[in-house]
Antibody, heavy 125, light 106 residues
Framework: EVQLVQSGAEVKKPGESLKISCKGS????????IGWVRRVPGKGLEWMGV????????TYSPSFEGQVTISVDKSTTTAYLQWSSLKASDTAIYYC??????????????????WGQGTLVTVSS | SYELTQPPSVSVSPGQTATITCSGD??????ASWYQQRPGQSPVMVIY???KRPSGIPERFSGSNSGNTATLTISGTQAMDEADYHC?????????FGGGTKLTVL
């Protein structure tokens, strides 16, 4: 059974650093992309970026490039999302998800077939 | 940058058909996916590659994509289908989500 288990809720102050995790199991972790998605309360989903555990290759959304860092530890089948200096506007639920990527009929196909349970990050002074 | 537009809310009576749209420039030339998110839960994929249903998703969920609009149709809507629905596509090396639609079953 494919599972993505995320770390627990965090409460931080503006300017603090944070690293949250997403542990994959039940599948060949190195062979599937892991994406990170944000949901601010009352708003829609936002894609932050993706990492390929096999070679640690990453792609960031232009909206999040330079704001966060996505990394992976293959030895523990865990992906990470980290901030060096949090802002109040980073308050949200963060999801990791297995991101499927393919080219079919010369069109790029991307979708998220399994999701973690989400990590609530609250940033408040 | 590429945008996907969804209606903020859709209402439907139990047993009726709910239709949720997702609009974007020439969206029919891309693949669309749909996710259901019930309150307090993680998203669940209900449609991928425009029309495909993952294992375990009821047959009452169907999708289409043509021109500038992708559509999620829920036939015989049930109370348990009340949730937020998000469309998603890929454009120029980035995943794009629509703003989400709250489906109310009343």
């Amino acid at each position: 059974e494919v599972q993505l288990v995320q770390s627990g809720a965090e409460v931080k102050k503006p300017g603090e650093s944070l690293k949250i995790s997403c542990k994959g199991s039940g599948y060949s972790f190195n062979g599937y992309w892991i994406g990170w998605v944000r949901r601010v309360p009352g708003k829609g989903l936002e894609w932050m970026g993706v990492i390929y555990p096999g070679d640690s290759g990453t792609t960031y959304s232009p909206s999040f490039e330079g704001q966060v860092t996505i990394s992976v530890d293959k030895s523990t089948t865990t992906a990470y999302l980290q901030w060096s200096s949090l802002k109040a506007s980073d308050t949200a639920i963060y999801y990791c998800a297995r991101q499927r990527v393919a080219t079919i009929d010369m069109k790029k196909l991307n979708y998220f077939d399994f999701w973690g349970q989400g990590t609530l990050v609250t940033v408040s002074s | 940058s590429y945008e996907l537009t969804q209606p903020p809310s859709v209402s439907v009576s139990p047993g009726q058909t709910a239709t949720i749209t997702c609009s974007g420039d020439n969206l029919g030339a891309k693949y669309a996916s749909w996710y259901q998110q019930r309150p307090g839960q993680s998203p669940v994929m209900v449609i991928y590659q425009n029309t495909k249903r993952p294992s375990g998703i009821p047959e009452r969920f169907s999708g289409s994509n043509s021109g500038n609009t992708a559509t999620l149709t829920i036939s015989g809507t049930q109370a348990m289908d009340e949730a937020d629905y998000h469309c998603q596509a890929w454009d120029r090396s980035a995943v794009i989500f629509g703003g989400g639609t709250k489906l109310t079953v009343l």
